[in-house]
């Protein structure tokens, strides 16, 4: 079949970019958050590239929760990935930057995962959100 019977091919403005580009140096999830100058070349008006930056820090609050949680909880990533249904790759691809998590893995973590100010209250350091 040649690629004219296929019909479109689905595209996003983050395609070629991944989470580690997001942050200075790409050093993910600890660096900087950045709009990488690639996303400014996609023909996104100012307010998009601002909502696609705020959700890829979203992701990388997930990513540090993820971290904190793990050596708090002391689990194994083999563990997690096990008891929450996610492959090891995709856990291993959060935590470096280099895909963009599926729907489905995304929500299963966030859903699984305390927040950092969560765990604030849950482990005793004294902190509460909000303040």
């Known amino acids: 079949m040649d690629d004219e019977r ?10 070629g970019l991944t989470p580690a580009d997001f942050v200075r140096g790409n050093r993910w999830p600890t660096g900087m958050p950045v709009e990488p100058k690639a996303l400014a ?5 100012a ?6 930056v705020r959700a890829v820090r979203f992701l990388r609050d997930l990513a540090l ?3 904190r949680h793990v050596g708090v909880e002391k689990l194994t990533h083999e563990a997690i990935a ?7 790759n995709a856990i291993r691809d959060l935590r470096e930057g ?4 599926s729907f ?3 929500s299963v973590l966030r859903a699984n995962i305390p927040t950092n100010d969560e765990m604030d209250v849950e482990y005793g350091t004294g902190q509460h959100p909000g303040s």
């Open 6 to 15: 296929k019909g479109p091919k689905r595209q996003s403005p983050l395609d």
């Open 65 to 67: 929760d993820y971290e």
């Open 104 to 106: 489905r893995t995304l």
């Open 82 to 88: 096990n008891r929450l249904g996610i492959g090891q």
């Open 98 to 101: 280099r895909r963009w998590p």
């Open 41 to 45: 070349q996609t023909g996104l008006t």
């Open 47 to 52: 307010q998009q590239r601002r909502a696609h």
